[in-house]
């Protein structure tokens, strides 16, 4: 049992059936990305009764196995829950670390806020990692651009139909090895323009991390799958066709006279961690950022004349990758050269190298699980 800085205590049960050596082994061979599971997974309720009393309790690991839920969980019929991405970094050493945590801490708790859920402390969210990678850190890779894949989440479990926030949640952490996010060695990726659908609108969850934002964009995501591309690119059609992120990154584009350009956040954006990182270390790195209005026009003549160099998209799954085109019904346009620029490529090594110890952390972005 190990007690938390807000007081809760987690207790351990241990998964009597885990996979053996061998198993795991084979797995961490070529682990993908969200195909496998470790051994156990991180819980804690939250309970609350009409008049408010109650809170956050039951802390533990247990098992990874199914959820019991009743069929009338508002989960499933108001999709009250949102989700969060982080991952755990084997170093050199054996020790096991994790990137800008209490990032991810604050904007599940900016989630919560958007789905009416309970905020959970950041330290308690801290603790259930380490909790976790505790109980599984055999589970952590330690091959290039290898990590362990954290994925905290929170269901309102409350069996009611009435419509208003549940009384009744769990907080849950699971964890899965993860290679390459697009599969084998980085390549620039295609990227398909959406026009019939759009990933946030004014005032709706665009900044929450939830899963009705991605459920969402699934069917433009067929759409770019159809057009041969890998992911799919949304546009805000009420601002000039302002560019947006793509379905599960933002994205940025590399000037030729040393600027770098990202859409700014206007409500509809996730706020990225690896979008804020990317910009410190493009700051660092004598770049002048800009959070602005970039249009697709913009993206089409600065392509056309050269201003634009790079784009690239990131995000905690893919870390940073490389657009070699964006594919439109009008036409295709082309990244310069390869797609795998040369910026691109400085900063995603770098990130890399902080977030697996071979860099120095200057930032003190790094927290220590195991």
């Given at each position: 049992m190990?007690q938390?800085?807000?007081?809760?205590a987690?207790?351990?049960?241990?998964?009597?059936?885990?996979?053996?050596?061998?198993?795991r082994?084979a797995?961490?061979?070529?682990?993908?990305?969200?195909d496998y599971?470790?051994d156990h997974t991180?819980?804690?309720?939250?309970?609350?009764?009409a008049?408010?009393q109650?809170?956050?309790g039951?802390?533990?690991?247990?098992?990874?196995?199914?959820?019991?839920?009743?069929p009338?969980?508002?989960?499933?019929?108001?999709?009250?829950e949102?989700?969060?991405?982080?991952?755990a970094?084997r170093?050199a050493?054996g020790?096991?670390?994790?990137?800008?945590?209490?990032?991810?801490?604050?904007?599940?708790?900016?989630?919560?806020?958007r789905l009416?859920?309970?905020e959970?402390?950041?330290?308690?969210?801290?603790e259930?990692l380490?909790?976790?990678?505790?109980?599984?850190?055999?589970?952590?890779?330690?091959?290039?651009?290898?990590?362990?894949?954290?994925?905290?989440?929170?269901?309102a479990?409350?069996?009611?139909?009435?419509v208003?926030?549940?009384?009744?949640v769990?907080?849950r952490v699971?964890a899965?090895p993860?290679?390459?996010?697009f599969?084998?060695?980085?390549?620039?990726?295609s990227i398909?323009l959406?026009?019939?659908?759009?990933?946030?609108g004014?005032?709706?969850?665009?900044e929450?991390?939830?899963?009705?934002?991605y459920a969402?964009?699934?069917?433009a995501?067929?759409?770019?799958e159809?057009?041969?591309?890998?992911?799919v690119?949304?546009?805000?059609p009420?601002?000039?066709?302002?560019?947006?992120?793509?379905?599960?990154?933002?994205?940025?584009?590399?000037?030729?006279?040393?600027r770098l350009?990202?859409?700014a956040?206007?409500?509809?954006?996730l706020?990225g961690?690896?979008r804020?990182s990317?910009?410190?270390?493009a700051?660092?790195?004598?770049?002048k950022?800009?959070?602005?209005?970039?249009?697709?026009?913009?993206?089409r003549?600065g392509?056309?004349?050269?201003?634009i160099?790079?784009?690239?998209?990131?995000?905690?799954?893919?870390v940073i990758?490389p657009?070699?085109e964006?594919k439109?019904?009008?036409?295709?346009?082309?990244?310069?050269?390869s797609?795998?620029?040369?910026?691109?490529?400085?900063?995603?090594e770098?990130?890399l190298?902080?977030q697996?110890?071979?860099?120095?952390?200057?930032?003190?972005?790094?927290?220590?699980?195991?």
């Amino acid at each position: 049992m190990t007690q938390t800085a807000n007081g809760l205590a987690f207790t351990r049960q241990p998964n009597t059936n885990p996979k053996s050596d061998a198993e795991r082994a084979a797995i961490l061979a070529n682990p993908g990305f969200g195909d496998y599971f470790t051994d156990h997974t991180a819980v804690v309720d939250f309970t609350i009764d009409a008049n408010g009393q109650g809170g956050w309790g039951n802390a533990r690991i247990e098992p990874y196995g199914p959820i019991a839920m009743d069929p009338a969980a508002a989960v499933l019929h108001y999709g009250q829950e949102i989700f969060e991405g982080l991952k755990a970094y084997r170093h050199a050493d054996g020790s096991v670390w994790s990137f800008r945590p209490e990032a991810n801490a604050a904007r599940f708790n900016t989630s919560a806020r958007r789905l009416a859920l309970p905020e959970l402390p950041e330290e308690v969210f801290i603790e259930s990692l380490r909790q976790l990678v505790a109980a599984d850190q055999a589970w952590v890779p330690s091959g290039d651009g290898e990590a362990l894949y954290l994925r905290p989440f929170m269901i309102a479990t409350e069996a009611f139909l009435g419509v208003r926030p549940a009384r009744e949640v769990s907080y849950r952490v699971i964890a899965s090895p993860a290679g390459n996010y697009f599969g084998g060695e980085l390549k620039p990726v295609s990227i398909w323009l959406s026009t019939s659908y759009a990933r946030a609108g004014e005032g709706g969850t665009g900044e929450a991390k939830c899963g009705g934002n991605y459920a969402a964009s699934l069917a433009a995501q067929m759409e770019a799958e159809a057009q041969g591309c890998k992911q799919v690119l949304f546009l805000d059609p009420f601002n000039d066709n302002a560019i947006e992120e793509l379905g599960g990154m933002n994205i940025f584009f590399v000037f030729r006279d040393g600027r770098l350009v990202t859409p700014a956040l206007n409500g509809h954006i996730l706020h990225g961690i690896t979008r804020s990182s990317v910009m410190q270390l493009a700051a660092d790195r004598g770049l002048k950022v800009e959070e602005r209005k970039i249009t697709i026009d913009e993206w089409r003549t600065g392509v056309a004349s050269g201003e634009i160099t790079e784009a690239f998209a990131c995000g905690t799954a893919a870390v940073i990758t490389p657009i070699g085109e964006l594919k439109t019904a009008e036409g295709t346009i082309a990244s310069p050269g390869s797609g795998a620029g040369e910026v691109t490529m400085a900063i995603r090594e770098q990130l890399l190298g902080i977030q697996t110890g071979a860099v120095e952390d200057l930032h003190g972005w790094l927290t220590r699980l195991v």
